[in-house]
Structures are given as C-alpha cells and as structure tokens.
C-alpha cells in the first residue's frame, strides 16, 4: 500500500507499507518459520530533470514469528536513488544503501551477538520492445529471513527477467526467468552453505469481459 503526495512541483513524498506472510503445513516447520513481516517505507523525491528524480529513502522492518520469539527482528534501511526515463520506451530505478537488522536472541543463533550489517540494492529496468510486447529486469540483494531452523537469516541475491506479450486486445501471456542465490554464514551449530535457485514460468489471460478474466500458468 502507498500514498504519495506533491508538496511543490519538484518535491514529492510516497509513504508505503508492505505485508508478508509466511505459513507452513509442517507443524515443526511452523514452530520455526510461520511469520509475519511487516515494512514501512517513505521516500523524498526531488524532481532534478524533467526525465530525472532523486530519491532519499528511509524504511522500518519488523519480523514477528508467530511460535517463537528468540527469531524476530527489527530492521533500518537507508537508502539514495534515482528513477529515470531514457525514453518514453526505457526507464531505471534504482536504490542503494545499507541495512541495520537487530535480532531479539541477543546472538543465540548467530556469532554477531544479535546484529548484522549488510548493503541493501534494488535495480529494475522496464523497456518496450513493441507496441505490445514489453521486457522487465529486476535485481534485489538484502537479508533475507531463513528457511531452516538452525540458522536465522541468509544474504540473498534475486534477479529475474520478465517478457509481457498483448497477443489480441484480450489475450496476454507472460514469460519469467529468475534465479536466486542465498548465501548462509553459519554458526556454531550448522556450518554456512550456498545455494541456488532457478524458476521458469509461463501464464496466459484471456479477459472474457472488462471485470472478468480466465489465468493460467
């Protein structure tokens, strides 16, 4: 959810909240990774050209488990960008910055008693081939909470490519390609790995009237 405000014809403000929810089947899963996570965001943009915004961003993360309490944490995120548009065909966004995460177990799962300090980075490039068909490449690099119990968070890369296609004014079909690479540094109880992870998908729509439309994928 955001709201987004111009106070001058050059400054403007967006304030956002984002929701995640994660829930397992597995009951012993659940007791260590069924959460909520919880984001509030407020970017200063400033108009610098016509094609050209400066952004200054601040963000607050809270993660709350909802059986375990020794794995929350809060996190601050500073972060400086730009949004621009090469073209009416071409734009980038990107952010840049750090990420200050505190954890509730004061170290018990971890060698940096209860802290982490990491770069944060966003970078998405849209670009329209054609009338009709439409290109999209994001990039995300953050901490990420874990998906196994003995370790609690993960430096995680996301990247992907996603290609939009209007075939008939009713018909779209959509092809993605990502990859991730999550990178665990281990503690005293379970040594650091890596690993990756690569997704394809394919969906099409069919819109049967303007309200109402068929997906599959």
């Known amino acids: 959810f955001s709201l987004g405000y111009s106070w001058t014809p050059r ?5 956002s909240y984002t929701l995640g929810y994660t829930n397992y089947d597995d009951d012993i899963v659940s007791v260590f990774e069924d959460r909520f996570e919880h984001t509030i965001g407020n970017e200063f943009r400033f108009l610098v050209l016509p094609t050209t915004t400066a952004v200054a ?23 400086l960008g730009v949004d621009h548009s090469f073209s009416p065909r071409l734009n980038l966004s990107v952010r840049g910055g750090v990420e200050l995460r505190s954890y509730d177990d004061n170290g018990a799962f971890g060698a940096n008693g209860g802290d982490q300090t990491s770069p944060y980075g966003e970078l998405t490039v849209n670009y329209a081939i054609a009338q009709n068909t439409s290109i999209s490449w994001t990039n995300r690099y953050s901490i990420e909470q874990s998906d196994i119990p003995e370790l609690i968070s993960r430096q995680t890369y996301r990247t992907a490519v996603s290609i939009r296609h209007n075939f008939t004014s009713r018909i779209t079909a959509g092809l993605n390609f990502a990859y991730q690479n999550d990178n665990y ?33």
């Open 185 to 217: 540094d281990g503690n005293n109880v379970t040594p650091g790995f890596n690993e990756d992870s690569f997704d394809i998908s394919l969906s099409v729509r069919y819109a049967v009237t303007r309200n109402f439309a068929l997906d599959a994928g």
């Open 11 to 15: 400054f403007s403000t967006v304030t």
């Open 57 to 79: 961003e601040y963000r607050f993360g809270a993660v709350n488990y909802i059986e375990t309490d020794g794995r929350d944490s809060t996190s601050n995120y500073f972060l």
